[in-house]
């Protein structure tokens, strides 16, 4: 995802200003279809990751199912959804006189994709539950490779331009999607993927919902957050800011994406061994999981606290953009390091299927706290308070995180006298 949106901006980048500042107005969008594929994916891989643990195939298959074909048709009503309303929308997400048309370009294009970004991400957490993470690399990664190849080819080659960079995308996840779903159809799956098996147990549905609500609910306050960061940029600072933002938002989702990653790679470990009543491991995977992402942030951080105008030069950003891109990358760095833990955190708590925890957690950095900030700070610094609205809420989203695990932990929930090799972990799942 994170590779998707950085090639996209950077070739956009490269046609001008305006173009950057319109995939900004429509990133809204983009997450707003993430926000459904995650929230199943999300939701049901914790439910079969702890059926598989307790030997229950015919049940994870049915989990499974369920979840993907759901998945398609939450993302044809999705695309109905906005093709009926997209001026609003796209002037809701602060699209202006001068990006408009750029916008709605770029929109036509992009907006059917999300039936294929639903479908790949729904199978690419199915697959990672029961423990294919190989194919599911493959199928992501050989998406992003075809979006680099297709993009300039589109864009520049061929003369379509903005339109191109969508169509590019769009495209590239339709292959992601026949890779990962090839799996299921050459019956290579622990899970099965039949539409005789869809049902809507209450049981596991509830189970769902409880893992994948604050997901859902996470990328629906990150698409609100950044349609207010875009209002305000476009306030405080025009063009060059809402095109500064845009670049800003998609460089950070590289780290962020990483550690995103690694959750999700934690959270079958944890779901299957909770099932198979090894807490010991569960502890033990959390704190692995707590210092590489520690480790990776950090290293992060400091490559956005000392190569801020390299980045910024890659997208041949006029000056005035990159002057407000290095001061926001700066910003950006000062307090990244704190998201790898506040992140794992939160899936701890959405493996371990305590809803009102990891919601919470989930929407704090992107909804509750991110978003009075950027009002608030905005109207007592300007542009300033728009750049530097991510970097105070990283810091008392970690703050909350920390409260709620020392909680857990004095709770006695995890603790044990159940031992296993360290070895072990990483194959638990």
């Given amino acids: 995802m994170a590779l998707y949106n950085i090639v996209d901006t950077m070739f956009v980048a490269w ?45 994870a298959s049915q989990v499974s199912s369920t979840t993907f074909f759901l998945g398609l048709i939450l993302g044809c009503f999705y695309i109905l959804f906005n093709f009926l309303f997209l001026d609003r929308i796209l002037e809701f997400f602060g699209a202006t006189a001068a990006v408009y048309d750029l916008a709605e370009d770029y929109a036509r294009f ?23 993470a190989v194919l599911s690399m493959t199928g992501m990664a050989a998406g992003a490779l075809l979006n680099i190849i297709l993009d300039p080819l589109f864009i520049f080659a061929f003369g379509w331009g903005i339109s191109g960079a969508a169509l ?47 997901t859902l609910f996470k990328q629906m306050l990150l698409s609100l957050s950044l349609g207010l960061m875009n209002n305000g940029a476009v306030q405080y600072g025009g063009a060059d800011l809402l095109a500064a933002v845009g670049i800003l938002t998609r460089v950070s989702m590289l780290p962020t994406y990483v550690i995103f990653g690694l959750g999700q790679g934690l959270q079958p470990v944890i779901g299957y061994n909770q099932g198979a009543g090894q807490i010991r491991r569960v502890r033990r995977a959390f704190s692995y999981a707590m210092k590489v992402s520690g480790v990776s942030m950090i290293l992060n951080a400091l490559v956005f606290l000392t190569a801020g105008q390299l ?17 926001g990358l700066n910003a950006y760095g000062a307090a990244l390091f704190l998201y790898g833990f506040s992140n794992t955190i939160t899936i701890l708590f959405q493996a371990l299927g305590k809803g009102t925890e990891s919601m919470i957690l989930s929407t704090a950095r992107q909804g509750f706290i991110l978003i009075p900030l950027l009002v608030f700070m ?30 857990l932990f004095r709770s006695g929930e995890l603790n044990t006298e159940t031992d296993c090799p360290k070895s072990e972990i990483l194959n638990a799942s």
């Avoid at 990133?27 to 307790?54: D, F, K, N």
């Avoid at 779903?181 to 539409?195: D, H, N, T």
């Avoid at 980045?311 to 001061?327: C, Q, W, Y």
Wanted: with cysteine; proline share 3%; net charge positive.
């Fill in 15 to 59: 046609i001008g200003t305006e173009a950057t500042g319109a995939t900004q107005i429509v990133m809204p969008i983009i997450m707003m279809s993430s926000a459904i594929g995650l929230a199943l994916g999300i939701g049901s891989a914790a439910v079969i990751s702890r059926l598989l643990g307790q030997k229950k195939l015919k049940e």
């Fill in 110 to 132: 992009i907006i059917p994709g999300s039936l294929f970004m639903i479908g790949s991400m729904v199978l690419n957490n199915l697959l990672r539950s029961e423990g294919s």
């Fill in 168 to 214: 590019a995308t769009s495209i590239s996840q339709g292959f992601t999607l026949i890779i990962l779903i090839s799996a299921y159809l050459r019956k290579k799956s622990v899970c099965r993927l039949r539409p005789s098996y869809i049902c809507f147990s209450r049981k596991y549905f509830s189970s769902i919902m409880t893992v994948g609500l604050p």
């Fill in 311 to 327: 980045i910024m030069d890659i997208f041949k950003a006029s000056p005035e953009v990159t002057a407000l891109g290095v001061r």
């Fill in 378 to 407: 905005g109207q007592r610094m300007g542009s300033d308070g728009i750049l530097f609205a991510q970097t105070a809420a990283d810091v008392l989203t970690f703050f909350l995180s920390v409260i709620m695990l020392i909680n």
